[in-house]
């Protein structure tokens, strides 16, 4: 039995800090960084990040890949993608570093810091009416593991917290709505978009003309999931005619956005260049030793993709 590694050492930290934190964890684990690949018979786990499925040879023992990747969009169709369970790699409680990101463009918005920050640069001493958290209504799309940490620290501080789904599901800490019959009902109560979905052919644009019109007048986004879940014209669009008030973007596309993007200097956008979170080679590897004991032991994996949806 042995792990191979593939492109993750040049993501986040390097190869011996990959042999080092796994040794501490499963010490009787052979690790293989790629292309280093040794006995392919020997290979039955794989972890990566944007793997070319083209250079890989066929693994004949494998029994389960681990994607660092946020999405799976880009390769979940590959005609090469060995046919094993895909598991995501992530913390079960969501990570610290995501929940302190959302919180604070959120709050960053709600509190009105980029006018703020606008009347400095006139030095105009600028004095308006504050809206307090009760009055704000902050609704997240995608309600994960991701989602929930920010959402419940936002309801905590007094915010309206809602949050839209794909699927019907239990009841939640928040108010739920679910699937395309729901959509227009929960933008229309949301003041604060947060969108943490996954990429699918459903989720693709959602974020755009039609749905920037069930808004609120003036309401605002932040768009942690990825960039093609907003159509850039449309959303241009919305800020010129104050349909929207402000978008903070840390996911776009292309990415790197070019330089002649007007994005760049429209003055109701904050563009971050996907920094929300970094994850550590010992929280990526203590996730990774988490599902191979369970598999090992005759269980399944904690996180794993459904390849029909794509997430």
Same mark, same amino acid.
């Given at each position: 039995?042995?792990?191979?590694i593939?492109?993750?050492?040049k993501?986040?930290?390097n ?14 684990l052979?690790?293989?960084?790629w ?13 990566f ?38 598991g ?6 969501g990570?610290?570093?995501?929940t ?10 709600h509190?009105d810091m980029p006018a703020?920050q606008?009347a ?10 504050i809206?307090r ?5 902050v609704g997240?799309?995608g309600y994960?593991?991701m989602a929930t940490?920010?959402?419940l620290?936002?309801?905590? +501080? *007094?915010f309206?917290?809602? !949050?839209?789904?794909?699927? /019907? ?6 108010? $739920? %709505?679910?699937? =395309? ?5 929960? +933008? *229309?109560?949301?003041?604060? !978009?947060v969108c943490?979905? /996954?990429?699918?052919p459903?989720?693709e644009? $959602? %974020?755009?003309? =039609? ?6 007048? *003036? ?9 093609k ?6 959303? $241009?669009?919305?800020?010129d005619?104050?349909q929207?008030s ?8 292309p990415?790197?956005?070019p ?8 003055p109701?956008?904050?563009v971050?260049?996907h ?25 399944q994996l ?10």
């Amino acid at each position: 039995m042995a792990l191979l590694i593939i492109n993750l050492d040049k993501a986040i930290g390097n190869a011996q800090a990959w042999h080092d934190t796994f040794r501490e964890q499963i010490p009787d684990l052979p690790i293989r960084i790629w292309p280093d690949v040794g006995e392919v018979k020997d290979i039955e786990y794989l972890a990566f990040m944007r793997p070319d499925f083209d250079l890989l040879p066929a693994f004949p023992n494998l029994k389960a890949m681990f994607s660092r990747s946020a999405g799976v969009e880009s390769f979940v169709d590959h005609p090469k993608l060995p046919k094993v369970p895909l598991g995501k790699v992530e913390p079960p409680g969501g990570d610290p570093m995501m929940t302190e990101y959302v919180i604070m463009h959120v709050l960053r918005l709600h509190r009105d810091m980029p006018a703020y920050q606008a009347a400095q640069a006139n030095r105009e001493w600028r004095r308006v009416p504050i809206t307090r958290p009760e009055q704000r209504r902050v609704g997240f799309l995608g309600y994960g593991m991701m989602a929930t940490a920010p959402a419940l620290v936002l309801q905590s +501080l *007094g915010f309206k917290v809602s !949050a839209w789904v794909r699927s /019907p599901r239990q009841a939640a800490e928040v108010p $739920i %709505f679910h699937g =395309r019959d729901q959509l227009a009902s929960f +933008l *229309g109560q949301t003041d604060i !978009a947060v969108c943490l979905l /996954p990429l699918t052919p459903e989720t693709e644009g $959602i %974020f755009c003309a =039609r749905t920037f019109a069930m808004m609120p007048r *003036g309401a605002m986004l932040v768009n942690v999931g990825r960039g093609k879940h907003v159509v850039e014209n449309d959303l $241009i669009a919305a800020l010129d005619s104050g349909q929207l008030s402000y978008a903070a973007l840390d996911a776009l596309w292309p990415e790197p956005l070019p330089p002649e993007s007007p994005l760049w200097l429209h003055p109701k956008v904050t563009v971050m260049p996907h920094v929300a979170r970094r994850p550590t080679v010992a929280q990526l590897v203590t996730e990774i030793a988490t599902n191979i004991r369970s598999l090992e032991g005759g269980g399944q994996l904690l996180q794993e993709i459904n390849y029909t949806r794509g997430y």
